[in-house]
């Protein structure tokens, strides 16, 4: 039977055999010199007598000597590490340095909301005025696109080197060619002498004159814009700008080849600022119009072009005031009158203006000033009067002639084509109906409304010259009411804060092209409308005509 020293040394084999090998794998080998006080001792303790049994397990911590320990909590130590990235203790660096970080993507950059802005652009003969319109809003208000105000000089200034300068920015240039009147250049009628060339170019061409038109134009639009961006930047924060234009034309004009002419030189324009590059120079200008102009047929232009007149009476027809029937509307500028006369319909809200009539004629401000020997280039109405009134009566009297002419024949026109008796049919009153026999008074007909606008509409001496035609050209024998002249109404919706005058009269145009393209009423052109037949005689009961019978007794 095997002794217990036997069973002890067996034990102990066994677990000393253990852990060498499990310190050869995990632990550090146990030096030399240890090994051997293990032999020494465990030489010394089988010499010892024998203890008792409860006592026999008292060697066992002999065996695991201080390497083996750090093996057996390894597991535990680990266990620790994997839960620790959990804990919110951990500083950032510790985050880091466990766990590779992530790498959030770019937020892809919100889309701005549009805003659409429409410029209603007045190209004048001799001032060129700018509104604003925000559709989304429904407001409108003056952009002060010139140099000190809302006025821009319609004149093209070229240097002696051919650079093109706004009229308003060319103080400082030596020698300069003006090229004034640039919209009548366009329409064919010019105004003025010749133009001298310029660096071997004559700017009294066509293609020089359509050039020049564009590069003002485009130049208008892009200081407009500067402006609203700086001035209005309410508006535009945090959005879009999503911009369109109408350029007024007269309405003779409107109705004729010549608005091909002006279409072609908005389109022009149009894409020379949606591009960015605005020409520099005069032949520059000329290169690049001809480089253009074979794209307006595949590239769409949001600049477009609106008779003048329909634009000037937006803010009455749209009024709730505004009743059916015949208006006039003179337009005084500086350097021509644009008269009209149309006929107002309103079929319960569906709006429409039949221009029966249209006469342009260079007899503005400017014009007249300067066929009189007055002063020579931009005028207002109060200088204006004061050489009006210093000149001789034979000149006064042939710009009154001239005048009168006009007047006579816009009205006349359109009562050859409209065919009623403007004196006893009710023109501007469906509800009013006559209710005695005989001939009506001239106090109480409805009289005939003709309304002034532009700058010379304050000047008394158009005034007395437009209302004078009545009696001169004897219109109360024509079937033609008194004339009742007024101002165009101010709309609520208009701001005057761009401007330094306070005239309406000068923007009433600019304010109606603001509108975008196709919200006004229809329009019909004076070409679609002919002279109206007679009216058939009245026959009465009984009487025999006597162009019906004298055959019979021949």
């Not at 024998?50 to 008292?58: D, F, K, S, T, V």
């Not at 240039?173 to 009628?189: D, E």
């Not at 590069?215 to 961006?229: E, G, H, P, T, Y």
Request: charged share 25%.
């Amino acid at each position: 039977m095997t002794g217990w020293r036997e069973r002890l040394k067996v034990l102990r084999e066994r677990v000393l055999g253990g852990m060498r090998t499990s310190a050869t794998r995990e632990a550090p080998m146990t030096p030399v010199k240890d090994r051997k006080d293990d032999s020494a001792a465990a030489g010394t303790e089988g010499a010892r007598a024998p203890e008792p049994p409860h006592q026999q397990a008292a060697p066992l911590p002999l065996a695991a000597p201080s390497p083996v320990r750090p093996a057996r909590l390894a597991p535990a130590t680990a266990r620790t590490e994997t839960k620790a990235p959990k804990t919110a203790r951990l500083s950032p660096t510790s985050r880091a340095s466990r766990s590779p970080a992530k790498v959030e993507k770019p937020a892809p950059p919100r889309a701005l909301r549009p805003v659409a802005i429409n410029l209603g652009i007045d190209f004048g003969t001799s001032f060129t005025k700018v509104c604003y319109r925000d559709v989304g809003t429904e407001e409108s208000g003056v952009v002060s696109a010139g140099a000190a105000e809302a006025l821009v000089p319609s004149v093209v200034v070229i240097s002696q080197t051919g650079r093109l300068y706004l009229g308003d920015a060319a103080r400082s240039v030596r020698s300069p060619v003006h090229i004034p009147y640039l919209k009548m250049r366009l329409a064919g009628v010019p105004i003025g002498d010749l133009l001298p060339e310029v660096k071997g170019v004559d700017p009294n061409a066509p293609e020089s004159v359509k050039a020049l038109s564009s590069w003002f134009l485009a130049s208008v639009i892009a200081r407009s814009q500067s402006w609203i961006a700086g001035n209005q930047a309410d508006r535009l924060k945090g959005r879009s700008a999503v911009w369109s234009a109408n350029v007024g034309v007269p309405v003779e004009h409107y109705d004729s080849i010549v608005l091909k002419t002006f279409q072609e030189v908005l389109g022009v324009a149009w894409l020379w600022v949606r591009g960015g590059a605005i020409p520099a120079t005069l032949r520059e200008a000329l290169a690049a119009y001809a480089a253009t102009l074979p794209r307006l047929d595949a590239e769409v232009s949001d600049f477009h072009a609106v008779p003048e007149i329909a634009a000037a009476v937006q803010s009455f027809v749209m009024s709730r005031e505004a009743l059916e029937g015949i208006y006039v509307y003179f337009d005084i500028g500086g350097g021509t009158v644009d008269g009209v006369a149309f006929n107002y319909i309103n079929r319960k809200g569906e709006r429409r203006i039949n221009f029966y009539s249209g006469k342009v004629a260079s007899l503005g401000l400017a014009a007249i000033a300067a066929a009189i020997g007055g002063a020579d280039g931009p005028i207002d109405a109060t200088s204006f009067e004061r050489l009006m009134t210093s000149c001789g009566p034979e000149k006064g009297s042939d710009a009154t002639l001239k005048v009168r002419r006009l007047v006579a024949e816009v009205i006349m026109t359109a009562k050859f084509k409209d065919g009623r008796d403007w004196q006893v049919d009710a023109i501007q009153n469906r509800d009013y109906e006559r209710k005695f026999i005989g001939q009506l008074a001239p106090s109480r007909m409805k009289p005939l409304i003709a309304f002034l606008g532009g700058g010379g509409s304050r000047s008394s001496w158009y005034t007395e010259a437009i209302s004078s035609t009545y009696k001169a050209f004897q219109h109360d024998r024509a079937g033609i009411p008194p004339y009742k002249l007024l101002q165009v109404p101010v709309p609520k919706d208009f701001s005057m804060d761009g401007a330094v005058s306070s005239d309406f009269n000068r923007f009433a145009i600019g304010y109606g092209l603001s509108f975008p393209f196709g919200e006004g009423p229809e329009i019909g052109l004076p070409s679609e409308f002919s002279i109206a037949e007679k009216p058939e005689p009245r026959k009465l009961r009984g009487v025999v005509d006597y162009a019906d019978s004298k055959d019979a007794f021949d």
